[in-house]
């Protein structure tokens, strides 16, 4: 099989065959990022610009990494959304970048859709490095790559997901890529972070902590954003965490190889125990360093894959 | 001046006509209905095979004009009406500055007597500025030419004005029309909330922000025996809310606009802002809803809440896009194409565009009686065409609907005797 996509926007038009080429794809570079001298001439040449209009580290860092190990030269524009307000749109932002010829804009941006929009009048290839509420890819995949270096598949596996649903893209893309790769996908939350509907996206929901993590092969759970506490979603993060963190003996209900996951940033004590964000279940690590292979992948495949190691 | 029509199918809701039958028209004035008239010295208008209904009534419009003349104006805005066979419209006070006071109000009935291609009658706002503190001057307003009282595009989120507004329009006789939306409900969403908002991230509206408010006006016309007529009734709630108070006596009535029975918020896929409008685009049901309230007699008029937005407006990310799309010009094929899937039959039809619109807004229009002025349209119902967003008279060209196929539109438009729109 060839996958040569020209934008990677969402998770959701993505079939099981083409997520497990990304991951077979990436499997293939992760091992560039151990050797002495971490670069391979592949995308020699080629811009990749990474427009971040949302606060970053971890994304925008590893998209950069990747970008930079596979020899492309990499540009990172930090641009705050404030731009809005001094009267730039988001068209021309991207127009004036297009203009200097890149060959891939890996975007962030607080509007969900924002992707599909670029995508829709830009010449050259978009990568959603997340939109808004709506999807994450690159964390899905990242996600899936990790879960099954663990596993060794993510078929047949139950992965519990816990937070605030309602505002995660990840969540939104982990769930399309896990159940199109067969696992059992369930849900938890305060009623307030749970949004309608989100069960056709293909999981389960559950309004405990407990019941979702019991007998799961996975454990994710995701950042609780602190400016949530006191508007009307949650009453304080002490109560959150009380019974929506993860902490004291809960990963008992879980399987016993059961593993432990987190997009990050992790708030330590809020959604997650120290005893088990440092314990041996947790993959945290583990997941941000395939991310530089998952991305790798991914700026490889849009840039043209196969058909780029034909012209070296 | 004489024109006669003729041999075209006459449907005059008004008075239970539906006939083929000639019209002579004197002096902008309907002088006779009958079949085969003499034409003697009168111009003959060949009207086989079309429809010939009371000039089309738009009773919800933005004409944006004073204000935003980017957007649309009063000339622009009645071009697209009279290409849509609307021969009179009401017109939204949230123009800048807003018509709350009669300088505005003459400003606008004026401009559209010298320069416009429809009747137009605006509607005052309820408070002044549409800031909801202080009743606007709604005796004054009304003798100016107003002829009903809006904050539309805005709620009045105080009980009390509402209330207040509702005994005072009633003094004078004129519905007050209502936004119903409760903004601390909405919270800054920018789609339906339902499933197709969770998939694509977008902050959902619940359907309780529209019924909550709709239910408090509903019962404080009730309390003040005011009429309340309740804008673009789009979810399910709000259409039995209507319907069990019509049922009470309660003196209410409602319009529904073609976006909100064509489309579902599943037409949001996609982020085209041209699917962005409030009330947002709902779900199934309530299209399922708003349909059966038209076939029963819930609904009494469709409008189309026509407003014109610039592209840049729209060329944005969707969550920062503004609302509402252009109508004006799909209205009468998208109501015909509910006669074609049988939700109504074609008399139901005009009468929702013409008679009885005219009623709630009480303008003597909307029929084609003998003495009545000969506002006319007519309508060939079976021809097809494409809709292509630059080619609508309207300056702003935000449809849901560019691309689609309709069947049906205005081949003649003539506004008292005179025509205005001809294709």
């Known amino acids: 099989m060839s996958f040569n996509p020209k934008h990677i926007l969402g998770i959701k038009d993505l079939s ?18 151990t050797r002495q001298i971490k670069k391979v001439p592949t995308l020699r ?3 990749v610009v990474n427009l971040f209009f949302e606060a970053s580290t ?24 404030s731009s809005v307000v001094k009267g730039e749109t988001l068209e021309d932002t991207a127009k004036n970048i297009q203009a200097m010829h890149p060959d891939i804009i890996v975007m962030r941006h607080s509007a969900s859709g924002s992707c599909q929009y670029l995508a829709d009048r830009l010449d050259c290839s978009v990568i959603n490095a997340g939109d808004g509420m709506h999807e994450h890819p690159s964390q899905a ?50 009623g307030t972070m749970l949004p309608p509907g989100i069960e056709k996206l293909g999981c389960e929901v559950f309004n405990n902590l407990e019941d979702a993590i019991r007998d799961a092969d996975v454990v ?37 190889d059961a593993i432990v996951m987190h997009p990050g940033p992790i708030n330590r004590g ?43 | 001046m004489k024109i006669l029509i003729k041999s075209g199918r006459v449907v005059d809701p008004a008075n239970k006509l539906d006939k083929k039958l000639d019209i002579m028209v004197i002096d902008g004035k309907i002088a006779e209905l009958a079949a085969n008239i003499d034409p003697g010295d009168a111009e003959v208008i060949n009207a086989a095979g079309l429809i010939i209904t009371p000039g089309l009534i738009d009773m919800h419009t933005h004409l944006r004009d004073p204000g935003y003349e980017y957007k649309e104006d009063i000339i622009s805005g009645t ?15 949230n123009t800048s500055p807003v018509n709350d006071n009669l300088a505005v109000t003459q400003y606008i009935i004026t401009k559209a007597q010298e320069q416009g291609s429809a009747n137009v009658f605006p509607i005052g706002s309820i408070t002044k500025g549409m800031n909801g503190e202080i009743l606007a001057e709604m005796g004054e307003l009304k003798e100016g030419g107003c002829v009903g009282f809006s904050d539309d595009g805005l709620p009045v989120i105080n009980g009390e004005m509402m209330r207040r507004g509702l005994e005072y329009a009633n003094t004078f006789g004129v519905p007050i029309f209502t936004h119903a939306e409760d903004l601390s409900l909405v919270a800054g969403g920018s789609m339906n909330e339902g499933p197709v908002a969770t998939e694509l991230g977008l902050k959902g509206i619940p359907w309780v922000a529209e019924d909550a408010v709709t239910a408090r006006d509903i019962m404080l016309a009730e309390l003040t025996g005011a009429h309340l007529h309740v804008c673009h009734v789009s979810t399910k709630g709000s259409v039995e809310l209507v319907r069990h108070a019509k049922a009470r006596g309660v003196r209410v009535t409602c319009e529904a ?57 729209k060329n944005v990310e969707f969550a920062i896009a503004m609302n509402g799309v252009v109508g004006l010009e799909t209205l009468l094929p998208l109501t015909l194409r509910l006669v074609t899937e049988k939700v109504f039959d074609l008399s139901t039809a005009i009468a929702l565009l013409t008679c009885q619109p005219a009623k709630i807004l009480g303008i003597d229009r909307g029929t084609l009686s003998v003495g009545a002025v000969a506002d006319i349209t007519l309508i060939n119902p079976n021809k097809e065409w494409t809709v292509v967003a630059e080619e609508l008279h309207s300056k702003s060209k935000n449809t849901s609907f560019d691309g689609q196929t309709m069947r049906g539109y205005a081949v003649r438009t003539i506004l008292a005797g005179k025509t205005v729109f001809e294709r």
Do not use: W
């Not at chain 1, 309602?166 to 790769?181: N, P, Q």
């Not at chain 1, 949530?228 to 993860?246: C, H, K, N, T």
């Not at chain 2, 409008?277 to 708003?290: H, K, T």
């Open chain 1, 16 to 33: 099981a065959e083409e997520i497990n080429f990304i991951l077979d794809t990436a499997d293939s570079f992760k091992e560039i990022n």
């Open chain 1, 45 to 47: 040449g080629k811009t």
């Open chain 1, 58 to 81: 971890r994304t925008r860092t590893s998209f950069e990494i990747a970008g930079k190990r596979l020899s492309a030269d990499t540009v990172n524009i930090s641009a705050s959304s």
């Open chain 1, 141 to 190: 995949l990242l996600d899936a790559f990790t879960i099954r270096e663990h596993k060794g598949s993510v078929e047949g596996l139950t992965v519990a997901i816990i937070g605030d649903i309602t505002h995660s893209r990840v969540v939104r893309s982990d769930i399309y890529c896990l159940a199109k790769l067969g696992a059992r996908v369930r849900l938890a939350g305060p």
């Open chain 1, 220 to 256: 994710m759970m995701l950042r609780i954003q602190r400016e949530r506490q006191g508007a009307p979603l949650i009453p304080s993060v002490r109560e959150y965490a009380r019974f929506f963190g993860l902490n004291g003996n809960k990963m008992e209900l879980a399987k016993e």
């Open chain 1, 270 to 312: 809020v959604e997650l125990g120290s005893i088990i964000a440092d314990g041996p279940q947790n993959v945290i690590l583990n997941q941000v360093e395939n991310g530089v292979a998952v991305r790798m992948a991914l700026l490889y495949l849009v840039a043209g894959g196969e058909k780029l190691q034909e012209n070296c």
């Open chain 2, 79 to 93: 071009c697209a009406a009279a290409a849509g066979g609307v021969t009179s419209l009401a017109c939204m006070p």
């Open chain 2, 257 to 313: 606009t073609p976006h909100h029975f064509m489309l579902t918020d599943a037409a949001v896929r996609g982020y085209d802002a041209n699917f962005k409008m409030n009330p947002p685009l709902r779900s199934q049901e309530d299209v399922d809803a708003v349909r059966a309230g038209l076939a029963d007699g819930t609904i009494d008029a469709i409008a189309t809440d026509h407003a014109p937005h610039h592209i840049d407006e």
